[in-house]
T-cell receptor, first 114, second 113 residues
Framework: EPEVTQTPSHQVTQMGQEVILRCVPISNHLYFYWYRQILGQKVEFLVSFYNNEISEKSEIFDDQFSVERPDGSNFTLKIRSTKLEDSAMYFC????????????FGPGTRLTVL | GNSVTQMEGPVTLSEEAFLTINCTYTATGYPSLFWYVQYPGEGLQLLLKATKADDKGSNKGFEATYRKETTSFHLEKGSVQVSDSAVYFCALSDFQGAQKLVFGQGTRLTINP
């Protein structure tokens, strides 16, 4: 069964460093998403991406964040200058284009900012 | 804006007990409703969904009915197993824009043998 994959599973970085989190969505899906979950808190929407552009973003997704689909299979989330409060589990998701289609999630990347 | 409120956890039950995890929502329009499950060390998996009022989603013995009049989508299972131990998330999406998911806070369920 096709699945969303994410790498790395755990990333440790120093405050102020840039990180890139990688995702490979399911191959025929058209919508891509990033969510994050700070330890003990809700899963929060960050950004959605369709047709090679951002379709919606949350207040969390400020200028420090960017997304890209560099090669037709990968979907990346870049944090330019990490802060301590960026420490969280980051989930990638993808779905087909129908109104009721389900979002399929990857296993997540745990980001720890020291 | 849209929001989801879930029963506070953690919840601990004995094997074969009846399970209910409450979920209520606030939304404009007619959202789709979902239950996702997160097993230890894994990502979020769709457990079941319902896309319109009075629909019942079901999977692996779990059920939830979309109740528009009470804005609820409570998760139930008649007889839980140790393998059901996980974190359960209620969520909604709407048909507008990117159809992002709005999640509840999650309920950690532990089943003891």
């Amino acid at each position: 069964e096709p699945e969303v994959t994410q790498t790395p599973s755990h990333q440790v970085t120093q405050m102020g460093q840039e990180v890139i989190l990688r995702c490979v969505p399911i191959s025929n899906h058209l919508y891509f998403y990033w969510y994050r979950q700070i330890l003990g808190q809700k899963v929060e929407f960050l950004v959605s991406f369709y047709n090679n552009e951002i379709s919606e973003k949350s207040e969390i997704f400020d200028d420090q964040f960017s997304v890209e689909r560099p090669d037709g299979s990968n979907f990346t989330l870049k944090i330019r200058s990490t802060k301590l409060e960026d420490s969280a589990m980051y989930f990638c998701a993808s779905r087909l284009a129908g109104d009721t289609d389900t979002q399929y999630f990857g296993p997540g990347t745990r980001l720890t900012v020291l | 804006g849209n929001s989801v409120t879930q029963m506070e956890g953690p919840v601990t039950l004995s094997e074969e007990a009846f399970l209910t995890i409450n979920c209520t929502y606030t939304a404009t329009g007619y959202p789709s409703l979902f239950w996702y499950v997160q097993y230890p060390g894994e990502g979020l998996q769709l457990l079941l969904k319902a896309t319109k009022a009075d629909d019942k989603g079901s999977n692996k013995g779990f059920e939830a009915t979309y109740r528009k009049e009470t804005t609820s989508f409570h998760l139930e299972k008649g007889s839980v197993q140790v393998s059901d131990s996980a974190v359960y998330f209620c969520a909604l999406s709407d048909f507008q824009g990117a159809q992002k998911l709005v999640f509840g806070q999650g309920t950690r369920l532990t089943i003891n043998p």
